[in-house]
């Protein structure tokens, strides 16, 4: 008819591709959650819990292992975001996928010099008194922001496979390698925390 608007449907060729891209996301960020806590697991049960008196400020070694690994963490992604500027696609995505290991590593090592600063006998003065709870509730938000960061970067290395990334566009890389690189300093900071009430 003259004068009225037909509407025309054109199939959207993304909603698929997005919804797979979802599915895949969830099934990083599961994946990466499974592999922290499987380790934390193994870690409890290799290690146990240090029998030390938590009434002073108590150092995991954990923290060292899991500082360097957000170490080697932040030059893989330093690399992932070198590589994918110079348009090199399949190291952009190895390094991604080491940094995302990395991360899940870095979460179950964490999880696990978190558990061991936790008292044996657990009394309101041991939750409430004295610096091991202040720096344990510092070390506790770093981790959930942590947990955000690799969510992030599930998010990089989904979004990678499908070649959403190259020499022209890579911000989400950039801005997910400044996160991490951010993360570190707030941790290196807690850690100064840490020495200073030692």
């Known amino acids: 008819m003259p004068g009225s608007q037909r509407s025309i449907s054109i199939p959207n060729r993304y909603a698929g591709g997005q919804s797979l891209q979802a ?6 960020c599961v994946s990466s959650a499974i592999v922290a806590m499987g380790l934390t697991w193994l870690l409890q049960r290799l290690f146990g819990k240090p029998n030390v008196d938590h009434k002073g400020l108590y150092f995991p070694p954990a923290f060292a292992f899991s500082t360097l690994i957000l170490f080697l963490g932040s030059i893989s992604l330093g690399k992932a975001l070198s590589h994918v500027k110079r348009e090199q696609q399949k190291p952009f995505r190895k390094w991604l996928l080491t940094s995302l290991i990395l991360g899940s590593l870095f979460m179950g090592v964490q999880c696990y010099a978190l558990w061991s600063l936790f008292p044996n006998e657990r009394t309101y003065e041991s939750a409430t008194v004295g610096v091991t709870a202040f720096v344990l509730c510092l070390a506790t938000l770093h981790a959930i922001h942590f947990f955000v960061a690799t969510m992030f970067l599930s998010l990089i290395v989904t979004r990678s496979w499908s070649d959403r990334y190259d020499h022209e566009y890579f911000w989400g890389v950039r801005a997910c390698a400044w996160f991490w690189h951010f993360l570190g300093v707030v941790w290196v900071a807690i ?4 020495a200073i009430a030692l």
Request: proline share 0%; net charge positive.
């Open 23 to 28: 599915l895949r996301m969830v099934g990083v």
């Open 191 to 194: 850690l100064a925390v840490i």
